[in-house]
T-cell receptor, first 111, second 112 residues
């Protein structure tokens, strides 16, 4: 059973059409939730860290929010250059620092 | 310098070869990671070094052997690999074990 589930698996948007990506987690004791962006054939790029429910972070057209069981990545008025795979990862509190990735959401923004 | 540098970018090796992947960072990060990524899949954790000591080994076959010579360098030694080991190998580092990680661009490995 996946501890981290991302939805949708793929998303196609028109330029300027705002939407949200979801990352839900089934574990308890969250140390941190992390969002990354990955372009094809490249390494992931760190975007945000969220630690506690109610926390929000923003960067340009992206805004990440966290509740007790899920995180949303809101994309406002996306541009074609926002096309990428967006990955979330969680780390649990306790002894293990193993970060667990979700399967990602592939976003395509059409001009 | 906010980069993680991986070499080589591409590697083709035979199943009897021995090769090494290298990773370098000069950000003063004390945690370094090796990940394996197959096409259209998320990165899979292989190893974590924390303060130059191996802290996590995700049951990776012994044909993969990590080494951390100092706080800036991380190597992955490869020996007798199988074709199914072909993948993008990613190195990452973070200041501490909190996973705000910087990733390198990866080494595209093909085993023939």
């Amino acid at each position: 059973e996946d501890q981290v589930t991302q939805s949708p698996e793929a998303l196609r948007l028109q330029e300027g059409e705002s939407s949200s990506l979801n990352c839900s987690y089934t574990v308890s004791g969250l140390r941190g939730l992390f969002w990354y962006r990955q372009d094809p054939g490249k390494g992931p790029e760190f975007l945000f860290t969220l630690y506690s429910a109610g926390e929000e972070k923003e960067k340009e057209r992206l805004k990440a929010t966290l509740t007790k069981k899920e995180s949303f990545l809101h994309i406002t008025a996306p541009k074609p250059e926002d096309s990428a795979t967006y990955l979330c990862a969680v780390q649990l509190s306790g002894g293990s620092y193993i970060p667990t990735f979700g399967r990602g959401t592939s976003l395509i923004v059409h001009p | 310098d906010t980069e993680v540098t991986q070499t080589p970018k591409h590697l083709v090796m035979g199943m009897t070869n021995k090769k090494s992947l290298k990773c370098e960072q000069h950000m003063g990060h004390r945690a370094m990671y090796w990940y394996k990524q197959k096409a259209k899949k998320p990165p899979e954790l292989m190893f974590v070094y924390s303060y130059e000591k191996l802290s996590i080994n995700e049951s990776v076959p012994s044909r993969f052997s990590p080494e951390c010579p100092n706080s800036s360098l991380l190597n992955l030694h490869l020996h007798a690999l199988q074709p199914e080991d072909s993948a993008l190998y990613l190195c990452a580092s973070s200041l501490s074990r909190v996973f705000e990680a910087f990733f390198g661009q990866g080494t595209r490995l093909t085993v023939v």
